[in-house]
């Protein structure tokens, strides 16, 4: 009977000594950080591991797969590094139907994209002052885009229905501006003043309708600013009140068609460099008998991942996935050939994608599913690649200084590198961190089906890197408490 109370105690130490093991100060720090009320019934899973030697130093359920909201972003920077290389281009060509003459006139310019989603207005301001440099004085007969290099779908059919938040920009093999435009509401300062409205760009492509007005100082705002198609344009209406006195706020809108946009804003850069333009801009297949004259490269493959990850950028993170698709399969670049070619690319970097699902590459829809220990592998496999990694690390946020973590995790300034994640009831946060003794980690977070409010459940992913650094409890309950400076910023930029 002894022998067998024994063998039974034996048995049971033997079970739970796994769990003994994890009982260290940082695991109980971490559990403390996961207790917080904020994600009370919600499913966390959680992956903390020495980013050198891959020792576990912190795991839980780490391999169930999880809605991974814009942690999936990692997971396509990985992919898109790996398979074309950090100083890789997506050039613009400039075609004309013949040579300049001796007054630098041609007939049409042709601009065939390469689906570069990086571009800017300034982008596009070089490329003119470098087509007047290179002899270019007028266009006779317009401008013609040939976007082909990607499909015509703008918007991902399993995103659902759409808005004009610049969050949900289309996707093209022509953009300019990451598809969206800026537009400042300066209230008046007493009730039924005008309200002031600035597009920017100022362009014809954007025309204004203000039907804003000035309400009462104490009131809610009820602004609307939106954009509808009207011909070769995007009219841009602004309705609603704001209260009187209010300081002017910039509402950042989506367009509706990117290669139309751009190539307006092309067209102005042209004209600014004092390059005459007649005719209309179209889109088009760049003609047969075109003559080359000049190309732009553009941003390198290392500048387009910084601020796709800095800010969370979903237009970029789907044009990257219709390049993939575009150089695997030969065809326009698509979904249907990105989202292969994408988990192709990942498993050739030697990341495992069983069970993986992957559907967009921003993580915008639900139905993509990704484990802890999966980005964690993969967060490993950039750190250790010397062909990609450095700039791969250099495009994640920082704690408490830039990107979308400028003013989160204070608790671990400058020590997390991390890419966020927030969908409705889902936030996540992976990276790599650097604790109190020196080890430097790659971790994993991501929390769906969270009651609280989502700055409640930032707060408490915050406080999980803030245990991480520190080391204890302590500190993962300084910051978790749910009421951080950070969270009340979030609050005020959030209440119109």
Do not use: C
Request: charged share 20%; net charge neutral.
């Amino acid at each position: 009977m002894k022998r067998r109370v024994g063998l039974l105690l034996f048995l049971l130490v033997a079970a739970l000594a796994p769990e003994a093991r994890a009982a260290s100060p940082l695991a109980r720090a971490l559990d403390a950080a996961l207790a917080a009320r904020a994600l009370r019934g919600a499913r966390v899973g959680a992956l903390v591991v020495a980013r050198d030697d891959g020792r576990v130093l912190y795991e839980r359920d780490a391999d169930t797969a999880l809605v991974p909201a814009s942690n999936q972003k990692l997971l396509t920077a990985i992919a898109a590094l790996s398979a074309f290389g950090p100083s890789h281009h997506f050039p613009v060509e400039i075609l004309t139907s013949e040579p300049p003459d001796s007054a630098g006139s041609v007939g049409t310019l042709f601009v065939r994209a390469g689906g570069d989603p990086a571009l800017t207005s300034e982008d596009l301001w070089r490329l003119a002052a470098d087509l007047r440099t290179a002899g270019l004085r007028e266009v006779r007969d317009g401008v013609v885009i040939d976007d082909s290099a990607f499909d015509s779908e703008r918007w991902h059919p399993g995103w659902g229905p759409v808005s004009a938040r610049a969050y949900h920009a289309p996707v093209g093999a022509f953009t300019a501006n990451y598809g969206a435009f800026a537009v400042e509401i300066r209230p008046g300062r007493q009730p039924g003043d005008p309200v002031e409205v600035n597009v920017d760009p100022s362009i014809p492509f954007l025309p204004l309708t203000n039907r804003a007005i000035t309400g009462p100082s104490r009131g809610k705002s009820t602004l609307v600013v939106d954009r509808r198609a009207e011909g070769d344009s995007e009219r841009v209406v602004v309705s609603g009140s704001v209260p009187a006195g209010r300081d002017a706020k910039i509402f950042y809108r989506s367009v509706l068609d990117p290669a139309a946009y751009a190539g307006a804003l092309l067209r102005l850069q042209l004209t600014a460099n004092g390059i005459t333009v007649a005719g209309a801009t179209r889109r088009g297949p760049v003609a047969a008998a075109a003559v080359p004259f000049w190309k732009f490269d553009g941003h390198s493959l290392a500048e387009i991942t910084r601020s796709f990850l800095k800010h969370s950028n979903n237009a970029i993170a789907e044009s990257l996935v219709k390049a993939l698709g575009a150089r695997d399969s030969g065809e326009p670049g698509s979904w249907r050939n990105g989202v292969p070619a994408l988990r192709e690319a990942l498993a050739a970097a030697g990341i495992a994608t069983e069970g993986m699902v992957i559907v967009d590459g921003s993580g915008l829809s639900y139905d993509n599913r990704v484990s802890p220990r999966q980005l964690v592998d993969g967060l490993r496999v950039a750190a250790a690649s010397f062909r990609f990694g450095p700039e791969f690390t250099a495009a994640l946020p920082i704690a408490a200084a830039d990107g979308t973590l400028e003013k989160r995790a204070l608790a671990a300034a400058n020590a997390v590198r991390a890419k966020t994640g927030l969908l409705t009831r889902v936030t996540s946060l992976s990276g790599y961190a650097e604790l109190a003794d020196g080890t430097r980690v790659a971790f994993s977070l991501i929390i769906n089906g969270f009651r609280s409010s989502a700055e409640r459940a930032m707060d408490a992913a915050d406080g999980f890197v803030a245990a991480l650094t520190a080391g204890s409890a302590a500190a993962a309950g300084d910051v978790s408490a749910g009421d951080s400076a950070a969270a009340q910023d979030r609050r005020a930029a959030w209440a119109e």
